[in-house]
């Protein structure tokens, strides 16, 4: 299943790549919970080298659709395990210029872990891009809280996606390191 917010996160850098700063060829991607790899895979196809993660049992699924929708791309994107509560992430040889997510905030629990996921994943050079859905308001909230002790935070008002996700549920957020 395509969940909205990576149609919401694709078709946005997809109209602004040439604005935002590091969504360049050629730069390091790194998409967290990727799910079915929609995101990641359109990332690729603008020419970015593209890690795709999720869970474990999550990969099968994401290798096929990303061998079957990236033969034209020009970096073939890689597809590995990542679990946010894992400490060494030199694995992944961070930092990555850009770091994406969609519908990635939606339990307290999994707050730190994210955050900390995010911070060994960038620097300060990185851009990250956070869509969600508001599902968890106290996730949610925490997750701002959190994020503003490390990054500065900024929502992307809805004017400036497609009008088909303009809604009060998306929200859209870009983070840099303090």
């Not at 694709?10 to 991607?29: G, S």
């Not at 196809?45 to 096929?64: P, Q």
């Not at 590995?80 to 850009?98: G, Q, V």
């Amino acid at each position: 299943m395509i969940w909205k917010k990576a149609l919401v996160l694709a078709r946005y850098l997809e109209k602004n790549h040439r604005k935002i700063e590091l969504l360049k060829p050629d730069q390091r991607v790194i998409e967290l919970g990727a799910g079915c790899g929609l995101l990641g895979i359109a990332l690729a196809m603008l020419g970015c080298e593209v890690t795709l993660t999720d869970m474990k049992e999550m990969l099968e699924l994401l290798a096929v659709n990303v061998n079957g929708n990236t033969l034209e791309a020009q970096h073939r994107p890689r597809v590995a395990e990542l679990d946010w509560t894992e400490e060494d992430l030199s694995r992944f040889k961070p930092p990555f210029e850009f770091i994406v997510g969609t519908d990635v905030v939606f339990l307290e629990s999994l707050v730190a872990p994210l955050i900390a996921t995010l911070l060994a994943l960038s620097d300060r050079r990185s851009q990250i891009f956070i869509c969600v859905e508001q599902r968890n308001e106290s996730a949610h909230e925490l997750f701002l809280e959190k994020a503003k002790e490390h990054f500065t935070v900024k929502k992307i008002p809805t004017s400036k996606l497609d009008p088909e996700f303009q809604s009060g549920f998306t929200i859209l957020l870009s983070l840099k390191r303090k």
